[in-house]
């Protein structure tokens, strides 16, 4: 699945790119674009957005994993997520999700998630 993931991922900044002519990469700037995109999407995937929701979850989990380090990893639940060093899942696919259906205004934002990261890992490491 994880090549899977980067395929999808690799498709999305592709598509972005021949459709919108924005240039996307790993990074930071890039989750922040893709958050104001799912914004724009809301509304006319709001019945189905499950196609959105893998591709634009697998270039989260790539900016990630590209950024802060981790592995796809298949959680017990079933759902995947990005596992890192200190045990702990960030799952990008159910945030995209919750953006999808909940919006910025409920709370729910990719980006915010994407910045939170590296403030948990960091926490993590000062418990050790």
Not at 26 to 38: H, I, L, N
Not at 105 to 115: L, Q, R
Request: proline fraction near 2%; charged fraction near 25%.
């Amino acid at each position: 699945m994880e090549a899977e993931f980067k395929r999808l991922a690799e498709f999305f900044i592709a598509t972005m790119r021949a459709n919108v002519g924005v240039e996307l990469g790993y990074d930071e700037s890039s989750v922040e674009w893709a958050d104001g995109f799912v914004e724009r999407q809301r509304e006319r995937f709001r019945d189905d957005a499950t196609g959105l929701v893998n591709v634009v979850g697998s270039f989260l989990g790539e900016c990630v994993i590209a950024n802060f380090g981790g592995r796809w990893s298949e959680h017990e639940t079933g759902g995947w997520g990005v596992l890192f060093d200190a045990g702990t899942t960030a799952f990008p696919f159910a945030k995209v999700s919750k953006q999808f259906a909940n919006g910025r205004e409920g709370g729910d934002s990719i980006h915010s998630f994407y910045t939170t990261i590296p403030v948990i890992l960091r926490s993590l490491d000062d418990v050790d």
